[in-house]
């Protein structure tokens, strides 16, 4: 359990550090200006990019949170 909590916390952590770079870099405002179907796209783009920085953040933790207890 110990280690579940820590990946679904270091997820959110890493999840929200995508979406800050991704609000720095304007990637937001290209999400919002696009038309028709670019704008899914670009949504499904943005997704998988938070979700990507979650695994990353929740995969590094556990495998620090492993070095760790041994």
Do not use: P
Not at 41 to 69: H, N, P, Q, S, Y
């Amino acid at each position: 359990m110990s280690s579940m909590k820590v990946f679904l916390w270091w997820f959110v952590v890493g999840a929200t550090m995508a979406l800050a770079v991704i609000l720095v870099q304007g990637g937001i405002r290209e999400v919002m200006q696009a038309q028709g179907s670019v704008w899914e796209l670009k949504l499904v783009e943005l997704l998988t990019t938070i979700m990507g920085g979650g695994l990353l953040g929740g995969c590094i933790a556990l495998i620090l949170d492993r070095i760790k207890k041994s």
